[in-house]
């Protein structure tokens, strides 16, 4: 359906679709990436601050100072290079309009985080994607010439893989006028951070979130690390967008979490080690599993199809996610849970494939 | 400063300025129109809900259907009918890109909301702006003719004052193959809504916010009520920017304090009954004051200079907005406060201006 009312730019978006928030609650969710466990009870207490609710009455800081401190803190940069959004979705979105709107195409990867070639068309850019290796790999020489700019993943998403520090570097340098956007998601389950490169490349942006491995999707926050020339370019588009996009809720609460090292450490010592195991056992089912550093894997079964396999997990109450789309219409990604929620999911592979395995013998 | 790596489209962006959010808690900070009373302790109470704790570590539901599903019934519309976003000030920018991009220039009045030709600028849309009378009212006929659009907040901002349904019908006819919006983040202090006609105009988008009459600017909650065809339209564009824009927090408490009705009115009657007798204050004090429906009144001083008698304010510890803009620089706008901080400004007035006409007589 479209309406004589929409302007012509809106007719022809395709938005994006994000995985599914299935309202029951007896599923096994390992469809979204989310984190099996909960926040730093830190982030929680923080919510019950008697401060805080006397403060909803006003405006937040439109400029998120105390969150941008304790990022910074973190992250051992200064104030004036972290900028804070409504999710890392909107600090992507104002990303690829500060410095992707250009006469180039934005250069990503074939297999990505599906939103980058939406917020394309939102924006009106070109772009051309280079593809991944057959082992999903990225070949960094792939994003060399004129160009708008150059985003990925690090770990990619779905694959998990992960580049190595010196091969962004190359990027960096085969870009050298252009924005290289190093989007870290995933990055604390194990992967090897940019931010170390930002003081010494003025076109590395370094975007992160709180949802994965902060377990915090539910309050929508994101920032990005860069030099404050890019930094106040993101703030100037966001002053022209919506100048308080960070509520006051997310900004207590998201400071709490983030100054809980200890939380995070621990939280994503599980994961990993969760991640390792589950590996084991999947490849011992016969999948072929792609080497992940993220808080899933991108599996392939090895005897049935994947399309099949997501649809007989799901009857059983287990949802994975399944994209069908070429290359990777073979795998599912994985998110990983609790240790009992991957046992109950290998259980079910074991079992679907099992009966798969009889049926077609016989 | 600007940047080679900025898109030429952000080295050209003039950002939105808003009022200014000061440390200094000892303030009377009548200078951005906030609620000068806690919001509903019911809104409240939903922060310290184990539920919603237990949520955070999960994405929120990208579509706020519960959230939608009040505010619905708030205003007896279908749920499909009812748009929410992180502020109205998202919601305003979505619209803009949504239906005002287009080869005609969009219409708003010449003093209105400053974020307007903010939002033209971020998305490329020409833009005419007819004057207000002399009064500070708007003439619908000025808005017939080839157009993109029509936006307007009503009751307008910052004079207050209210233009009648009757006029918003008549400019609804006036463009019936465009969008019309109404603003009405102030509409609760005693306009008149045109949330009623929504069924009746296909072209009609009526944007509202909880920041004011809810007193939840800290939460940043906005929406939007139209026939569906427009509200799938925002819908479409925020998921081409963002799938998740409202946290988990915001929805459920924006639900809470919707739900609380009777909080709204009661709140709703203390702050006009303030304005009220503010208003007659003020015009015993000499000043002119423009009849407001909002929870502010634009006043000019009649023995001495509007910036002058804002830095006397201010150097009492009063905060008020000086616009230094053409037609309304010899005005201030000042905010409702609480009956005491009202009866503060108002000595501290009297004592300035007699001051001033001392020293002038002197």
Redesign the interface.
């Known amino acids: 359906?479209s309406?004589?009312?929409?302007?012509?730019?809106?007719a022809q978006?395709?938005?994006?679709?994000?995985?599914e928030?299935p309202r029951a609650q007896r599923l096994i969710?390992l469809n979204?990436n989310?984190?099996?466990?909960?926040?730093s009870p830190q982030a929680?207490a923080a919510?019950?601050d008697p401060a805080?609710?006397?403060?909803?009455?006003?405006?937040?800081?439109?400029e998120s100072s105390e969150l941008c401190s304790v990022i910074a803190a973190q992250h051992n940069v200064a104030t004036n290079q972290v900028f804070v959004g409504?999710?890392s979705?909107?600090v992507l979105?104002h990303t690829f309009?500060?410095?992707?709107?250009?006469d180039q195409p934005l250069l990503f990867p074939d297999i990505t985080y599906s939103f980058y070639p939406?917020?394309c068309?939102?924006y009106d850019i070109d772009f051309r994607t280079p593809a991944l290796g057959a082992d999903f790999s990225i070949s960094v020489q792939d994003y060399a010439g004129e160009a708008a700019g150059v985003i990925l993943p690090n770990p990619n998403a779905p694959t998990g893989r992960q580049l190595p520090l010196e091969d962004i570097e190359q990027l960096l340098r085969l870009q050298p006028?252009?924005?290289v956007a190093v989007d870290e998601a995933y990055i604390d389950f194990g992967g090897d951070s940019a931010v170390c490169l930002v003081d010494r490349h003025?076109?590395l942006l370094v975007i992160r979130t709180l949802?994965k491995s902060h377990?915090?999707?539910?309050?929508?926050l994101g920032y990005a690390v860069g030099q404050a020339?890019?930094i106040?370019?993101l703030?100037?588009?966001?002053?022209?967008?919506?100048?308080?996009?960070?509520?006051?809720?997310?900004q207590r609460?998201g400071a709490a979490a983030i100054a809980d090292h200890r939380w995070l450490e621990e939280n994503c010592a599980k994961v990993i080690a969760t991640r390792d195991s589950v590996t084991e056992a999947l490849t011992a089912l016969d999948f072929e599993v792609v080497p992940s550093k993220a808080n899933f894997v991108l599996a392939r079964p090895g005897t049935m199809e994947a399309g099949q396999l997501y649809t007989e997990l799901r009857r059983r109450g287990i949802l994975v996610r399944h994209f069908n789309r070429a290359r990777i219409n073979q795998y599912l990604r994985i998110s990983i849970g609790t240790d009992t929620e991957m046992a109950q999911l290998l259980e079910a592979c074991r079992e679907i494939i099992a009966t798969h395995q009889n049926s077609t013998v016989r």
């Open positions: 359906m309406s004589p009312f929409w302007s012509p730019a809106l978006l395709e938005p994006y679709v994000p995985g928030q969710k979204t989310e984190n099996p466990y909960p926040p929680l919510l019950s805080l609710h006397r403060a909803l009455r006003r405006y937040p800081d439109p409504n999710g979705d909107e979105a309009y500060s410095f992707f709107r250009r939406v917020y068309q939102l006028e252009r924005v003025p076109n949802s377990a915090l999707a539910g309050l929508r020339h890019l106040e370019g703030q100037r588009t966001k002053n022209s967008f919506n100048s308080y996009p960070v509520d006051g809720v997310a609460v």
